[in-house]
């Protein structure tokens, strides 16, 4: 198995997407986690690169949010769309980050993406409330590359 394939277990990313459809519950924001290997490119522009790719930056609020990580790089990157931020101060993914990085750091990787998917979902709240016509307009499984 290739390390993307080892960094969850099939159950653990069934937990991650759980995350996902509890953080989406609160917010008309769409959270994506994305799984590669590595790359040769600078970490944010790979991860732009797979926002564009996965159709994020289609979303009808432009509020779509990238959790991207590079196993064999060590890195993890978060991004969100332009409507987020027009609306958010700078360091705004900063507890995001935080959250993630703790359980990284542990190697619990499956919490860390938890975590921060909870968190994305938390703070995306504030600005993005679900509203009752809101729809699924990505899907919420983790995608590999």
């Known amino acids: 198995m290739s390390r993307v394939e080892d960094f969850l277990s099939a159950t653990e990313e069934q937990e991650v997407v759980e995350a996902i459809l509890k953080a989406e519950k609160n917010t008309s924001g769409e959270i994506r986690v994305h799984i590669e290997g590595h790359t ?11 926002f564009h790719l996965l ?7 432009e ?15 978060i991004c969100g769309d332009k409507g987020i931020d027009k609306v958010v101060p700078k360091d705004f993914w900063q507890t995001t980050r935080n959250s993630i990085q703790t359980h990284f750091e542990k190697g619990a990787f499956k919490d860390g993406l938890v975590a921060g ?24 499984e983790i995608s590999k590359g």
């Not at 040769?40 to 797979?50: Q, S």
């Not at 159709?55 to 609020?61: A, E, G, I, L």
Request: net charge neutral; charged share 35%; proline share 2%.
């Open 63 to 77: 509020n779509g949010v990238l959790i991207y990580v590079a196993v064999t790089d060590k890195k993890f990157v």
């Open 55 to 61: 159709k994020m930056d289609n979303t009808k609020q």
């Open 117 to 140: 998917v909870l968190k994305a979902g938390e703070e995306l709240r504030s600005h993005f409330p679900w509203q009752s016509d809101d729809t699924n307009e990505l899907s919420n």
């Open 40 to 50: 040769r490119k600078d970490h944010y522009e790979r991860a732009k690169e797979v």
